[in-house]
């Protein structure tokens, strides 16, 4: 694995920067905790600026040195922009290629044009799930919203017989699978191999976007029964394009590093060797780096040059695609500070010793941190990294596979409960043209299914593996 453990990034730090005693770490991580909670929806701070001053009062509360505590935050922070953000910036421009290009417009297209009627919210949950393997949930929406709002309305569906299934597929997409920055950022935090927690999230991705997705959508069409809006429909990136790439190279390129990252973990269970030159050789093949790194280059002649791009709108789109991920970047980086900050004051370790004399398993305890977090802050990625933080200990003796899980069950609960403190809610809203009441009955309850049924398979999977 490429990236830092937790235990790793702790490795010069022996001793906590603080003696305190668990009841003083405790009340330590719950001011921490709610100060960015209160700094994210009461004052509308950025979560960038939030996460460092809840880190800075999470070292004072616990009697740390204020020097310490800001070397631990600015450790974590340089050690997870150094292994996420790096990813998260290949997936961006991945995901601009796919969009610029006209492939995901290619991709929407063929798939429709095979679905009958009966079989088109299956089919919008399909087209969800692969557009939304690269690229950022808000960026999917929008690729996606021309699409379900002109399928609605030429098929004479309701809104949401359409909507609801593509934005399970592209929530499900966002908080479990790997290359989103919330799975890597756990990922990372736990120690956890990318490989096999790709290869589980596919499994308990299926049957989560499933029952949100195409079941539930006919319960929510029957609750909201809404016709698309027509002044909503925006124009599709590739209705300027003389020609665009074709469906299957469109499909392998997207799949391609997802290929290349399970190759590797299917190598690591074959082969069991670390020194055979096989496996070392597929560490290099797979590792996240390399496989979107590939992806990426790979991207710029199927999917570039293939819509006629020159050299010069190639590299355009390149650089158009790093500056709207800054924020995700520095939101990410912050919260792997944040993680620090907690790990370095010994709160996993109080996590570790005090959930001991509880019959609560790992996975739900994770999954029940990542809720709490999530309903406070309204953000999937300041929940998944936050909870990341704290339940990481809890892995140290997990085999690989339950490492993966502990990661799921993070990602899980991280999409509990979506409402008004959370941006993808008045994203959703607007774009449907739908009411406040409107939006909880559909949208709300369509993450708390997902975040629901997720953790379940989570469960189920940890009886047997």
Same mark, same amino acid.
């Given at each position: 694995?490429?990236?830092?453990?937790?235990?790793?990034?702790?490795?010069?730090?022996?001793?906590?920067?603080?003696?305190?005693?668990?009841?003083?770490?405790?009340?330590?991580?719950?001011?921490?905790?709610?100060?960015?909670?209160?700094?994210?929806?009461?004052?509308?701070?950025?979560?960038?600026?939030?996460?460092?001053?809840?880190?800075?009062?999470?070292?004072?509360?616990?009697?740390?040195?204020?020097?310490?505590?800001?070397?631990?935050?600015?450790?974590?922070?340089?050690?997870?922009?150094?292994?996420?953000?790096?990813?998260?910036?290949?997936?961006?421009?991945?995901?601009?290629?796919?969009?610029?290009?006209?492939?995901?417009?290619?991709?929407?297209?063929?798939?429709?044009?095979?679905?009958?009627?009966?079989?088109?919210?299956?089919?919008?949950?399909?087209?969800?799930?692969?557009?939304?393997?690269?690229?950022?949930?808000?960026?999917?929406?929008?690729?996606?919203?021309?699409?379900?709002?002109?399928?609605?309305?030429?098929?004479?569906?309701?809104?949401?017989?359409?909507?609801?299934?593509?934005?399970?597929?592209?929530?499900?997409?966002?908080?479990?699978?790997?290359?989103?920055?919330?799975?890597?950022?756990?990922?990372?935090?736990?120690?956890?191999?990318?490989?096999?927690?790709?290869?589980?999230?596919?499994?308990?991705?299926?049957?989560?976007?499933?029952?949100?997705?195409?079941?539930?959508?006919?319960?929510?069409?029957?609750?909201?029964?809404?016709?698309?809006?027509?002044?909503?429909?925006?124009?599709?990136?590739?209705?300027?394009?003389?020609?665009?790439?074709?469906?299957?190279?469109?499909?392998?390129?997207?799949?391609?590093?997802?290929?290349?990252?399970?190759?590797?973990?299917?190598?690591?269970?074959?082969?069991?060797?670390?020194?055979?030159?096989?496996?070392?050789?597929?560490?290099?093949?797979?590792?996240?780096?390399?496989?979107?790194?590939?992806?990426?280059?790979?991207?710029?002649?199927?999917?570039?040059?293939?819509?006629?791009?020159?050299?010069?709108?190639?590299?355009?789109?390149?650089?158009?695609?790093?500056?709207?991920? #800054?924020?995700? *970047? +520095?939101?990410? @980086? $912050? !919260?792997?500070? =944040?993680?620090?900050?907690?790990? %370095? &004051? /010994?709160?996993?370790?109080?996590?570790?010793?005090?959930?001991?004399?509880?019959?609560?398993?790992?996975?739900?305890?994770?999954?029940?941190?990542?809720?709490?977090?999530?309903?406070?802050?309204?953000?999937?990625?300041?929940?998944?990294?936050?909870?990341?933080?704290?339940?990481?200990?809890?892995?140290?003796?997990?085999?690989?596979?339950?490492? #993966?899980?502990? *990661? +799921?069950?993070? @990602? $899980? !609960?991280?999409? =509990?409960?979506?409402?008004?403190? %959370? &941006? /993808?809610?008045?994203?959703?809203?607007?774009?449907?043209?739908?009411?406040?009441?409107?939006?909880?009955?559909?949208?709300?309850?369509?993450?708390?299914?997902?975040?629901?049924?997720?953790?379940?398979?989570?469960?189920?999977?940890?009886?047997?593996?």
């Amino acid at each position: 694995m490429t990236h830092l453990s937790v235990e790793m990034l702790a490795a010069d730090a022996t001793e906590p920067i603080t003696s305190a005693g668990h009841a003083q770490l405790g009340i330590a991580v719950l001011a921490g905790i709610a100060v960015i909670v209160l700094l994210i929806t009461k004052f509308k701070l950025h979560a960038f600026l939030s996460l460092i001053i809840g880190s800075l009062v999470l070292g004072a509360v616990a009697g740390a040195p204020l020097d310490k505590a800001i070397t631990s935050f600015t450790t974590g922070l340089g050690t997870t922009v150094a292994g996420t953000g790096v990813l998260i910036a290949l997936g961006a421009v991945l995901g601009r290629l796919l969009a610029d290009s006209g492939g995901a417009d290619q991709i929407v297209d063929t798939i429709l044009a095979k679905a009958g009627r009966g079989a088109m919210p299956w089919a919008m949950v399909l087209i969800a799930g692969i557009v939304g393997l690269p690229i950022f949930f808000e960026v999917g929406i929008v690729l996606l919203i021309p699409v379900v709002l002109l399928v609605a309305r030429r098929g004479n569906f309701s809104l949401m017989r359409i909507g609801i299934p593509a934005l399970a597929g592209l929530s499900v997409m966002h908080g479990l699978i790997p290359p989103h920055p919330g799975p890597l950022a756990a990922i990372d935090a736990v120690g956890a191999n990318l490989g096999v927690t790709l290869a589980l999230g596919v499994v308990v991705a299926v049957p989560t976007a499933i029952i949100a997705g195409p079941v539930f959508s006919r319960y929510a069409a029957r609750w909201v029964d809404v016709r698309p809006p027509e002044h909503l429909v925006p124009a599709r990136s590739s209705d300027d394009l003389e020609k665009r790439p074709g469906f299957g190279i469109t499909v392998a390129t997207v799949l391609l590093p997802v290929v290349m990252m399970l190759a590797k973990a299917l190598v690591d269970i074959v082969v069991d060797d670390p020194a055979a030159g096989v496996q070392r050789a597929f560490d290099v093949i797979g590792s996240p780096l390399i496989a979107l790194l590939t992806a990426v280059i790979v991207a710029m002649f199927t999917l570039g040059r293939a819509a006629g791009f020159t050299r010069g709108r190639i590299a355009t789109t390149v650089e158009k695609s790093l500056g709207p991920i #800054a924020g995700v *970047v +520095l939101i990410v @980086g $912050a !919260g792997g500070g =944040f993680k620090q900050t907690l790990v %370095d &004051a /010994g709160v996993g370790q109080m996590i570790l010793d005090v959930s001991k004399g509880w019959h609560v398993s790992a996975l739900l305890l994770a999954w029940l941190i990542a809720v709490a977090i999530r309903l406070a802050t309204g953000s999937a990625t300041v929940a998944t990294i936050s909870a990341a933080g704290l339940v990481a200990p809890l892995a140290a003796e997990m085999s690989t596979t339950h490492a #993966a899980l502990l *990661v +799921l069950a993070i @990602g $899980a !609960g991280s999409l =509990f409960f979506s409402h008004v403190n %959370d &941006a /993808g809610f008045w994203l959703v809203k607007e774009y449907f043209g739908l009411s406040v009441g409107q939006t909880l009955k559909t949208w709300s309850v369509m993450e708390t299914l997902i975040s629901v049924v997720g953790i379940v398979c989570v469960l189920l999977l940890s009886l047997v593996l």
